[in-house]
């Protein structure tokens, strides 16, 4: 089975000239859940940001999930459309 991404966010931090972007995804494959941040500069290349080591259940990545979701807005990052951007 190949991995598919069964969840994802993209947030957006404006201030000064920081223009940053972060993005969230829950990965399934076929041990279980996979969840990575991404984090640089909006429209250039994003950091994978392995958050998960193995994979977890379900319910343990959306917990990350969702820590990961309120740190960042916490930091004051808000969702939006995301732009085209490579991974490295």
Do not use: C, W
Request: charged content about 25%.
């Amino acid at each position: 089975m190949p991995n598919k991404i069964v969840k994802n966010v993209s947030l957006f931090f404006r201030e000064g000239t920081s223009d940053k972007q972060y993005n969230i995804h829950i990965i399934e494959t076929d041990k279980g859940h996979l969840v990575h941040g991404f984090n640089g500069r909006r429209g250039g290349t994003l950091k994978v940001q392995n958050k998960t080591l193995i994979p977890v259940s379900l319910g343990a990545a959306q917990q990350i999930f969702d820590k990961l979701y309120k740190d960042k807005t916490r930091k004051g990052y808000t969702e939006g459309e995301a732009t085209d951007q490579s991974f490295q």
